[in-house]
């Protein structure tokens, strides 16, 4: 099995900045694209920014500018560096990875992590 694990959430003023780190761990995957997603009070989960392992990067309109997503393979980590944060980037950010997995479960999955809190107020 893979596990995602998210690290850099906190609170911060608007116009600060934070970097969260996302790493996949388990054995026998690849990992096709990785992604942060965020969810606020009383939101639908949204895509904030992605990153397929060809290099190809989305974001969503409303952090074009301020965010930039990377990875490194070799580690298979992503991060996502938020830059001139606004009171509105207040969520849980979810990391995301489409994954295949090799072996006697060989199959495409998804897999999420556990979110990380990221509150921008002054």
């Known amino acids: 099995q893979v596990q995602l694990v998210e690290s850099g959430g906190g609170l911060v003023q608007p116009g600060g900045s934070l970097r969260l780190s996302c790493a996949a761990s388990g054995s026998s995957f690849t990992i096709n694209a990785m992604g942060w997603y965020r969810q606020a009070p009383g939101k639908q989960r949204e895509l904030v920014a992605s990153?397929?392992?060809?290099?190809?990067?989305n974001y969503a309109d409303a952090v074009k500018g301020r965010f930039t997503i990377s990875r490194d393979n070799a580690k298979n980590t992503v991060y996502l560096q938020m830059n001139s944060l606004k009171p509105e980037d207040t969520a849980v950010y979810y990391c995301n990875a489409d994954i295949i997995i090799y072996g006697a479960t060989y199959g495409r999955r998804q897999y999420w992590g556990q979110g990380t809190q990221v509150t921008v107020s002054s």
């Open positions: 990153n397929t392992r060809g290099g190809t990067i």
